[in-house]
């Protein structure tokens, strides 16, 4: 059974940093790539960054380069996401999920298989 649980959501304001975790089980965090996304109140699900199998290439969408960091331990099995210079836009239920497509590392919600339940940020101006 697989199951991805986040940790390290709270509040910071504007400028301040957070670093997101994500522990999994059931799978293991290399061999499948990985992604965060997050969600805001009325809006759709969005990719965030993601971090492909073996090597780790990493991607990130527009407003997360320069700020964010995608990461993952692989004798932890953790994933994580270090988010510095936080704007108020970056408010949001954070998820990260694992995409068993080999391929290529999508950045498309729909092609991700496993999802953990989320952790809240929150960010003050």
């Known amino acids: 059974q697989v199951h991805l649980a986040e940790s390290g959501g709270g509040s910071v304001q504007a400028g301040g940093s957070l670093r997101l975790s994500c522990a999994a089980s059931?799978?293991?965090?290399?061999?499948?790539?990985m992604g965060w996304f997050r969600e805001a109140p009325g809006k759709e699900r969005e990719w965030v960054a993601r971090i492909g199998i073996g090597g780790g290439a990493t991607y990130y969408t527009d407003s997360a380069k320069d700020r964010f960091t995608i990461s993952r331990d692989d004798a932890k099995n953790t994933l994580y996401l270090q988010m510095n210079n936080m704007k108020p836009e970056d408010t949001a239920r954070y998820y990260c999920?694992?995409?068993?497509?080999?391929?290529?590392?999508?950045?498309?919600?729909?092609?991700?298989?496993?999802w953990g339940q989320g952790t809240q940020v929150a960010v003050s101006s």
């Open positions: 999920a694992a995409s068993a497509q080999t391929s290529y590392c999508s950045r498309s919600p729909n092609d991700y298989n496993y």
């Open positions: 059931g799978i293991t965090v290399s061999r499948y790539c």
